[in-house]
């Protein structure tokens, strides 16, 4: 039992961060089509950039801060400078462009930084918290309360503002949209920001468990597309419930299978489910274009 | 008095196209204050074209649109909101996820002043189905109750203009006939309207002026009552035969 309990913080753990790349790549998805596979460059941002600034000898929480800042920065130059001037060309070159955008980060972080695995120290020491037997780290309880403060915050953004609404509204219809007077590029424009915050934030959270180095976005991309996909992209709470339970997949296959295949048995899985399901668990919201 | 002054709206020439295929082949037309402007024309003659390129979203090649004196063929479509010129598109595009009252918060977005609410229940008094349907999911409403919302939308955004394309697509008579007499009321209470409408006898029955399109030129123009009795118009927009 207590090993159950084991793999299921675990699984919870790294899930909330699958569910948070998720959840920028739907925000930027239904904001603007673009599926965004430098979704995981922000988290390697986040981790990396604070990492250095707090070597540097800044606070950590200010490093946090400043290395989200960056995120949101490298997020809007990201739109501004690659994805609106391609307005219009088909997805695939969307696409093709963000991967190329991943691998420029990538580089730049491998120049700017280095090679080397990090750490950052937990946020509220690593004395392990026993759990029904299980001995859980600190710092999972920051990725979870994290991520359910950053997915409340969302919810009440885009439930409970006018300018949320106005987001909702150019995913739902975006000539509609214009017609009332939404400016779409800065809605698009703020939705890669926001990613680029939601995905530093994870980043910064996750770095004390799992480390971090330039390189560790690609695979967390891939994680949270996959993620986004098993929920049914397109839909925020599907983002977050794909995220979990990729996280728990990985965690108990490891766990009471292989730990060698712990990957492929979560995109076995995966396949399966969006063979079976190609809306993915819970669909796309409904758009409904009369 | 400027002769802009007299007028909502002025288009001179105007040219759009979809890619190589030419659509608008130098359209000019006006609209007065406090008219109901009826643009008329067979599928495909570039009505929805000229509104979408009136309203900022869909790009011209050439020729000048005036609103209320001013060039505004260079701003971007919600700065032209901000003006006073909202549109119901063709084929209604309501927000479907989104609940009627955001559907019509959504119509005042560009709007800093107090008075959404009120505006909110003015619309409300003009369809009451939609305070019915108020919390209800857009998508889920019949095709006539999403045509008064799109209506209503476009409303919320105060307009000094106000651009109908196809009002009364695919309603039934009934609902033709209540969503004509919205238009007529909105013109009492001081709105200008440019209407566009395959249906042209129910269009130039509420009309000052009419507009005949054809190909992407304006091919008629007058009175609606000379349109409506022109033998032209008759034989090729009324049905009559
Ligand atoms: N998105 C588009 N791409 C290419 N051609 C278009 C597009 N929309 C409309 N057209 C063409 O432009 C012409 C005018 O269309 P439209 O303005 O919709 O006419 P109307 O509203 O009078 O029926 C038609 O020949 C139509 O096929
Ligand atoms: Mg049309």
């Keep these: 039992m207590a090993e159950f309990f084991q793999f299921l913080m675990s699984g919870l753990t790294v899930g909330a961060v699958y569910a948070l790349v998720a959840l920028g790549f739907t925000l930027i998805y239904n904001a603007s089509d673009v599926v965004n596979f430098a979704q995981g460059e922000f988290v390697m941002l986040g981790g990396m950039v604070t990492v250095f600034v707090a070597a540097a000898g800044v606070p950590l929480p200010l490093a946090a801060l400043i290395a989200v800042t960056v995120a949101v920065a490298v997020g809007l130059l990201l739109y501004w400078l690659a994805i609106e001037p391609a307005r219009g060309a088909p997805a695939v070159t969307l696409i093709i462009i963000t991967i190329g955008a991943s691998i420029l980060l990538r580089g730049a972080a491998q120049m700017l930084f280095d090679k080397q695995f990090h750490k950052l120290p937990s946020f509220s020491g690593d004395a392990p918290i026993n759990l029904f037997g299980a001995a859980v780290q600190p710092q999972s309880f920051w990725v979870l309360g994290g991520a359910a403060v950053i997915v409340l915050l969302l919810y009440v953004f885009l439930e409970r503002t006018v300018l949320g609404k106005a987001v909702l509204a150019t995913a739902a219809n975006r000539l509609a949209a214009r017609l009332v007077g939404i400016n779409t590029t800065t809605v698009m424009a703020l939705a890669f920001g926001g990613s680029a915050a939601i995905g530093a934030v994870a980043g910064i959270l996750i770095t004390p468990i799992t480390l971090t180095s330039y390189d560790v976005g690609t695979l967390l991309a891939l994680k949270g597309f996959a993620a986004a996909m098993l929920g049914g992209m397109g839909n925020p709470l599907g983002a977050v419930a794909g995220g979990l339970l990729l996280g728990l997949l990985e965690a108990f296959g490891a766990g009471y299978l292989s730990s060698t295949y712990k990957d492929a048995f979560a995109f076995i899985v995966i396949l399966v489910v969006l063979f079976a399901m190609p809306q993915g668990l819970f669909g796309r919201r409904v758009v409904e274009r009369v | ?241």
């Design chain 2, 1 to 241: 008095m400027a002769r802009g002054g007299l007028h909502v709206l002025e288009v001179s020439n105007l040219h759009s196209a979809y890619g190589r295929i030419g659509v608008l082949k130098g359209v000019s037309l006006e609209v007065r204050t406090g008219e109901v402007v009826a643009l008329i024309g067979s599928n495909g003659a570039g009505k929805t074209t000229l509104l979408r390129a009136l309203s900022g979203v869909q790009p011209i090649s050439s020729g000048e649109i005036r609103f209320l004196g001013a060039r505004i063929d260079r701003l971007p479509p919600h700065r032209r909101v901000e003006r006073g010129m909202t549109q119901a598109p063709e084929g209604r595009q309501v927000f479907g996820p989104l609940s009627v009252e955001d559907n019509l918060r959504l119509g005042a977005y560009m709007r800093r002043d107090g008075e959404i609410e009120q505006d909110r229940e003015r619309v409300f008094a003009m369809f009451p189905v939609l305070r019915e349907k108020r919390h209800l999911v857009a998508g889920g409403l019949s095709g006539g109750q999403q045509q008064m919302l799109a209506l209503g939308r476009a409303l919320m955004g105060k307009p000094k203009l106000l651009l109908l394309d196809e009002p009364s697509l695919g309603l039934s008579p009934i609902l033709v006939d209540q969503i004509l007499a919205a238009i007529v009321a909105l013109k009492a209470s001081g709105i200008t309207v440019l209407l566009v409408e395959q249906n042209a006898t129910a269009a130039l029955g509420i009309a000052d002026r009419g507009y005949v399109l054809e190909t992407g030129r304006i091919a008629l123009t007058g009175a609606a009552a000379a349109l409506l009795s022109d033998p032209k118009v008759k034989a090729a927009y009324l049905g009559a035969d």
